[in-house]
């Protein structure tokens, strides 16, 4: 089954030519068939090439698939022209009375600034607990992943004295898991940031990891309460993405080593070889279909639950008063 985008968005036509089934909204409605609805909250500053990335995997499995993007309310990106984000992406503030079976949540390119420093941290909380009644499933990604793991469960990010960067071969720790099923015992990621978390300071009872690298730690954590995943590396990342980040450091006159493991024989002028796309779709698709199998079907349907401010504001209202709970 394809996956549901706007005709006019650029994704669009890259994913046709790489044979990705799209549909419009015209061609859903013929379909009796409940579509999964995915909510891609993009928190990077080149919007357009991380849409692209995740409609990609998501759009090669057997489900239809309704993709809703989203960004933050109260942040305006300088990097993603304006109409692109007024003719595509809907603010976060507009979906939140909607359910989703699904939720990405991108990372962003501030990883060492405390959390409670980023302008719509405030905002992020409240995309967390939301989180918690009306997505069925979340999926967060490098800094989204770090910051949901740190607001839910009180874990610090560490500074790297060097930033963590290439590609890297990491253990798959529990084979049996519907989210590695299918997977290799070990198997390529790509790595790229400045920050880590630390596997002895997790909450055992509520977390467990799925696969890490000696060389750059934890990559994958399910936390069981919230049926959430935390994807601390990129899978989702194209073939010269790592290359692309490299030459941007190099011309803007940073220190930055060569991506570890990436060009072959270290060599900058040769192309890189992608060695994790295979297992970039059979983990999102291991996570749909998680979901598929799981979620009930109304789900998304279902009003949304007021949030513990929500009930007390309308107690408030009732009873004439304030502050009366």
């Known amino acids: 089954m394809p996956i549901k985008i706007p005709e006019s968005l650029p994704a669009r036509a890259i994913l046709e030519r790489e044979g990705v089934m799209v549909m419009d909204e015209g061609t ?32 090669a499995t057997p489900l239809q698939i309704d993709l809703t993007l989203v960004r933050m309310s109260q942040h305006r990106s300088i990097n993603t022209p304006s109409e692109h984000l007024e003719a595509f992406y ?53 800094w989204g992943a770090q910051a949901m793991l740190h ?12 930033k963590a960067f290439g590609c890297f071969r990491h253990n798959n720790h529990m084979p049996g898991s519907p989210y590695l099923r299918g997977f290799s015992d070990d198997f390529i990621v790509p790595v790229s940031r400045h920050t880590e978390i630390r596997e002895n300071e997790l909450p055992k009872d509520a977390v467990r990891v799925l696969a890490s690298a000696p060389a750059t730690g ?69 996570w749909l279909n998680e979901i598929y199998q799981n979620v009930p079907f109304d789900f998304v349907d279902q009003a949304a639950r007021p949030s513990a401010q929500e009930r007390a504001a309308a107690m408030d209202k009732d009873t004439g008063k304030v502050g009366v709970r």
């Open 151 to 162: 607001y839910f469960h009180g874990v610090a990010k560490h500074a790297l004295a060097h």
């Open 28 to 59: 859903a409605l013929r379909q009796d068939i409940r579509p999964m609805q995915i909510a891609l909250l993009n928190l990077m500053p080149d919007k357009i090439s991380t849409e692209t990335q995740f409609a990609r995997l998501i759009g």
């Open 90 to 142: 809907r603010p976060w503030t507009d979906v939140r009375a909607h359910r989703f079976d699904g939720l990405i949540i991108t990372g962003a390119p501030i990883e060492l600034l405390p959390f409670e420093e980023v302008t719509y941290w405030a905002e992020l909380r409240e995309v967390f607990d939301w989180t918690e009644a009306n997505v069925f499933s979340t999926f967060a990604v490098c």
């Open 218 to 286: 934890p990559c994958l954590i399910e936390d069981m309460q919230r049926r959430a995943l935390y994807m601390f590396n990129h899978l989702e990342y194209d073939t010269q993405t790592l290359g692309r980040e490299y030459q941007r450091d190099v011309d803007a006159g940073k220190e930055i080593q060569l991506p570890e493991n990436y060009f072959p024989d270290d060599d900058p002028s040769q192309k890189p070889r992608n060695r994790w796309r295979g297992h970039a779709h059979l983990l999102f698709a291991n």
